[in-house]
């Protein structure tokens, strides 16, 4: 049974430059919620998806966008890139409704540079 | 606003027992999570408060006090592998969804 997949694990990019990160949830869940986490710091709510749609979002730009596949998988793209978005993208899939909310699992993380 | 205060850095040695404190400050309340994470590593759960009292699952346990906006996880028989980031974290609403919102987190060195 495989736990949540994020592809790329590392990506070097250019300020000014569009990027787009994919999450696998997994196997039976149905929510993917997207979390950035600057070195030293915790990780900060982006936005989350269920049924394709936002439902979700945290105190980030415009910039930050998503899409949700009917798979469940969900995709994060990031426009007009900064040298502070450098960080590491956390996904997390979790089922929607579920009361106890501990049934997050974190996926390994894509670690964004921008230089 | 949202606040959650955790200490930056705590040292304890192998054997040992360390308390990390959690304070919040959010709109509203529903539930308390601890996560491990290991440098370079996804955050892995830990435990899980939503009412008021102990919870403790082996070596790990956490308490929550929902009136004074306060937890802590207490870490028993301290081993190496232990040195990592606690991060706390508070669901401030019991709508469908589980966005959670996260402290700082408290690095951890464990000594032999």
């Known amino acids: 049974d495989a736990g949540v997949t994020q592809s790329p694990t590392h990506l070097i990019k250019t300020r000014g430059q569009q990027v787009t990160l994919r999450c696998s949830p997994k196997?039976?869940?149905?929510?993917v919620s997207w979390y950035q986490q600057a070195l030293g710091q915790g990780p900060q709510f982006i936005f989350q998806?269920?049924?394709?749609?936002?439902?979700q979002r945290g105190n980030f730009p415009d910039r930050f966008s998503g899409h949700q596949f009917p798979n469940y998988s969900s995709e994060l793209n990031v426009n007009a890139l900064l040298l502070g978005d450098s960080a590491l993208y956390l996904c997390?899939?979790?089922?929607?409704?579920?009361?106890?909310?501990?049934?997050?699992?974190f996926g390994p993380g894509t670690r964004l540079t921008v230089t | 606003g949202q606040n959650i205060d955790q200490p930056t850095e705590m040292t304890a040695t192998e054997g040992a027992i360390v308390q990390i404190n959690c304070t919040y400050q959010?709109?509203?309340?529903?539930?308390l999570f601890w996560y491990q994470q290991h440098a370079g590593e996804a955050p892995t759960f830990l435990s899980y408060?939503?009412?008021?009292g102990l919870e403790e699952k082996g070596r790990f346990s956490s308490f929550l006090s929902r009136s004074k906006g306060y937890s802590y996880l207490l870490l028993k028989e301290l081993q190496m592998k232990d040195s990592a980031s606690y991060l706390c974290?508070?669901?401030?609403?019991?709508?469908?969804?589980?966005?959670?919102?996260f402290g700082k987190g408290t690095t951890l060195s464990v000594s032999s």
């Open positions: 408060n939503v009412l008021d």
């Open positions: 997390a899939s979790s089922l929607w409704g579920d009361s106890r909310g501990y049934e997050q699992y």
């Open positions: 959010t709109s509203g309340f529903n539930g």
């Open positions: 196997s039976g869940h149905d929510t």
């Open positions: 998806y269920y049924e394709e749609e936002e439902r």
């Open positions: 974290a508070v669901r401030d609403n019991d709508q469908a969804g589980t966005a959670l919102i």
